[in-house]
């Protein structure tokens, strides 16, 4: 009997066994332990068992059970949130196979050169182990008691249903394989800017993604395109980290017309459909995913509104700011909750400031438009504190709105701020954003935002207007497109956008400070970013929908 269970018979598996319903997101140890978040299957309710089973990725999609008895254990449902919602456990860092070479090859070239030689991470697949109906039915034959599995029977039930899932295409379970941890890695940064996904309908089905990109319809193209690139190029692979500037959902999909009316329908069960789409197949190579918060993950444009009610923050506001902070992608422990998304973290030796661009905005009117605040205090002195305890380093600010360029009303007349949804709709935040740049002599920072639905990028110098013998402060600002914008109406236009300008405004200290913007280099359409910091150099690449990767564009 065991010969035949160990072959998969279907009619004597009592067990089944299923990937998680998202891919295992890990953080560094913490202690003896690694911190791991995931979601499981919410159809199939709690499972009875996880089971990690020692693994190898050799790059694409060739994965290898190691010769290492897999590890079992019984499963204790959390004491809150179902099946679906967002699971932390850890694992001891001694559970895991010894780390094998680390992916190897510089990336050189944006394009989708095909090269998986120097890639071997071994690691964990996590499995979830569930009892099959039968198994329930079987309680009749022993008396009403359940026929309890142990020992050999039970190590050839697993084995089974291990062989079962194994037998799948590996884009049906590898979003399970947690790579085992590592020691610091010192390769350059390469990182995936993306945001804004237009969540599919109906009629979006696109069979076959996983394999053949080209087959992706076009809510699901963009996602498709990134999963091929960081899976199968050599400069995809390079990249470790993957910024959201906002918008993986949109609560709001319809504009009010048939929105939900139930948080968790709004918010969490688009969070999880974010997570189990294409973005569950990002390789072990993109060892991180991080998210900064905007509109569309409360209501479009979202700013406090007299008559709102709920001190003007109006009725989502609060659901939908504790939805983005329980969907959090940290698996890790993380200083902060609802009321405070914004920190900073740094990665292969680079520096990382998460703005919370939204959520703290302050009523804005005709009598208080120089003075409304985009963020708090609080925040705003955290990122003066980073600056300071960053020097020295490459520097990236990620942000849900676009900090540069202007839009051309606000340049023309300034109380036409009222009209922009981005920093410079409060202007005097923005000033204070420039201006902790300009104080703490923070050349090369790098601004990453979304919102705009149209990816480009500017530069711009910072200087004193009293001082021309002080050198000015060179930074640059790098905008993602949508991964999936299908309205043309919500794209903005290059022609909104005030590039090139100059504009002066007050600094810290009171000094008078000039910001020259640069043009803006265009690069319309659907599509992500890729930027690689390199020999002291920032290499830029785009990719839009039906166009060859861009050649590297260097930020000087």
């Known amino acids: 009997m065991s010969a035949a269970i160990r072959r998969g018979s279907a009619a004597m598996l009592l067990i089944g066994a299923e990937a998680p319903g998202h891919r295992v997101e890990r953080a560094p140890p913490e202690g003896a332990r690694v911190p791991l978040l ?11 068992w996880l089971l990690w089973v020692p693994m190898s990725w050799r790059g694409g999609w060739d994965y290898e059970r190691l010769p290492r008895p897999w590890t079992l254990e019984r499963f204790v449902a959390p004491g809150v949130g179902q099946p679906g919602s967002p699971w932390r456990g850890s694992l001891a860092v001694e559970d895991f196979p010894p780390p094998a070479v680390r992916p190897s090859g510089n990336g050189e070239g944006g394009g989708d050169e095909s090269d998986e030689v120097g890639i071997d991470m071994s690691g964990l697949l996590m499995v979830a182990l569930y009892l099959e109906p039968r198994a329930m039915a079987m309680e009749g034959v022993h008396q009403g008691v359940m026929h309890e599995l142990r020992d050999e029977e039970l190590h050839a039930q697993i084995e089974g249903a291990l062989d079962q899932l194994l037998d799948l295409p590996p884009h049906r ?70 910024l959201i500037a906002g918008d993986q959902i949109y609560a709001d999909k319809s504009g009010g017309l048939a929105d939900s009316r139930s948080g968790l329908e709004r918010y969490a069960r688009g969070y999880g459909e974010f997570k189990a789409g294409p973005v569950r197949l990002l390789p072990p190579t993109v060892a991180r995913v991080v998210h900064a918060p905007d509109d569309h993950e409360i209501v479009d444009n979202w700013e406090p509104t007299p008559g709102a009610g709920e001190g003007g923050n109006g009725p989502w506001f609060d659901v939908a700011r504790q939805a983005a902070w329980d969907h959090r992608w940290d698996a890790g422990s993380r200083v902060g909750g609802p009321g405070l998304l914004w920190h900073h973290f740094d990665w292969r030796g680079a520096a990382f400031f998460i703005t919370d661009s939204r959520c703290e905005r302050e009523l804005r009117r005709v009598a208080n438009w120089t003075t409304a605040r985009l963020w708090s ?21 990620l942000s849900g709105s676009l900090p540069l360029p202007r839009r051309r009303v606000t340049a023309e007349h300034a109380a036409s701020c009222l009209r922009s949804d981005a920093w410079d709709g409060y202007p005097h935040s923005l000033h204070e954003l420039l201006g902790a740049v300009w104080r703490h002599r923070a050349s090369g920072l790098v ?110």
């Open 377 to 397: 205090t609080a925040q705003r002195d955290a990122f003066d504190e980073w600056l300071a305890q960053s020097a020295g380093r490459p520097r990236f600010v």
């Open 173 to 242: 379970w590898a979003h399970g394989f947690v790579p085992s941890p590592q020691e610091g890695d010192d390769r350059d940064v390469c990182l995936v800017l993306a945001a804004c996904q237009y969540p599919p309908g109906l009629l979006d089905v696109s069979p076959g993604w996983e394999l053949d990109a080209s087959a992706a319809g076009p809510a699901l193209a963009s996602l498709a395109r990134l999963h091929r690139f960081t899976r199968s190029t050599a400069l995809g692979r390079s990249c470790s980290l993957m």
């Open 447 to 556: 601004f990453l935002s979304g919102d705009e639905h149209r990816s480009g990028w500017v530069s711009a110098e910072i200087s004193a207007v009293d001082d021309a013998a002080q050198a000015p402060i060179r930074i640059h600002s790098v905008h993602s497109s949508a991964l999936y914008a299908p309205w043309p109406f919500a794209i903005t236009a290059a022609e909104e956008l005030a590039a090139p300008e100059v504009f002066e405004f007050d600094g810290p200290d009171g000094r008078r400070l000039r910001c020259a913007v640069s043009g803006w280099t265009d690069r319309p359409g659907d599509g992500f970013a890729v930027l690689r910091l390199r020999g002291g150099a920032l290499e830029l690449w785009f990719d839009r929908a039906g166009q060859p990767p861009d050649e590297a564009e260097v930020l000087a």
């Open 38 to 48: 995931t979601a499981l299957r919410p159809e199939r309710g709690w499972p009875q």
